[in-house]
């Protein structure tokens, strides 16, 4: 159960868009679409954002998106709003019933 | 309103026991399975351990796999984790978290409570 790769850090201008990669193996994001994404705000709990891949729960605004392709999952947030900093973390189904997260992403609005 | 509650966190010393408790409302508590999250402070998000629907199924992460042991009182809306054998790298914030897919496991946590504070620390 070795925790997905994410990049430490992103950034972007509000307006712009900035993808988070999610890197795992063929036994965890490659095998199973069972990939969320989640946000989370300092001093918070974390919030979901995407789950089954690309599925946006009721109220998360369209900006979010997620796809994967192969081992590797992204979340893409697209018209970056100064709301939108904060640390983001993947996680995947990795079979023998477990759960992995990633080691999380701290996006910066500039 | 849909609340999860967690109580039962505090300082132990290593190799002590604690048991954290959370409470739910707001939502059938017996129609979803749940899952124990933690963050150590500074770090980022460890699974600990989920429970089916029914209790009937319990799966842990190897790090944790036979000292904490995950249930849940349907009648009492309360999912438990029982925390033995604890030590200095358990220190962390744990969040109970409910699962997404109604009857089964999505492995995505739609609710969270805001989490107790373990500390293992002699």
């Known amino acids: 159960q070795s925790a997905l790769t994410q990049p430490p850090s992103a950034s972007g201008s509000p307006g712009q868009s900035v993808t988070i990669s999610c890197t795992g193996t063929?036994?965890?994001?490659?095998?199973?679409?069972?990939v969320s994404w989640y946000q989370q705000h300092p001093g918070k709990a974390p919030k979901l954002m995407i789950y089954?891949?690309?599925k946006r729960p009721s109220g998360v605004p369209d900006r979010f998106s997620g796809s994967k392709s192969g081992n590797t999952a992204s979340l893409t947030v697209s018209g970056l709003q100064a709301e939108d900093e904060a640390d983001y973390y993947c996680?995947?189904?990795?079979?023998?019933?477990?759960?992995?997260f990633g080691t999380g992403t701290k996006v910066t609005v500039l | 309103q849909v609340h999860l509650v967690e109580s039962g966190g505090g300082v132990v010393q290593p190799g002590r026991s604690l048991r954290l408790s959370c409470a739910a409302s707001?939502?059938?508590?017996?129609?979803?399975?749940m899952h124990w999250v933690r963050q150590a402070p500074g770090k980022g998000l460890e699974w600990v351990a989920v429970?089916?629907?029914?209790?009937?199924?319990?799966?842990?992460a190897d790090s944790v796999k036979g000292r904490f042991t995950i249930s849940r009182d349907i009648s009492k809306n309360t999912l438990y984790l029982q925390m033995n054998s604890l030590r200095a790298e358990d220190t962390a914030l744990y969040y109970c978290?409910?699962?997404?897919?109604?009857?089964?496991f999505g492995w995505g946590e739609d609710i969270w409570g805001q989490g107790t504070m373990v500390t293992v620390s002699s």
């Open positions: 996680s995947s189904f990795a079979g023998s019933n477990a759960c992995v």
């Open positions: 707001g939502f059938t508590f017996s129609s979803f399975g």
């Open positions: 063929s036994s965890d994001v490659g095998g199973y679409n069972y």
């Open positions: 429970i089916s629907y029914d209790g009937s199924n319990k799966y842990y």
């Open positions: 978290a409910k699962d997404y897919l109604l009857w089964s």
């Open positions: 089954e891949v690309s």
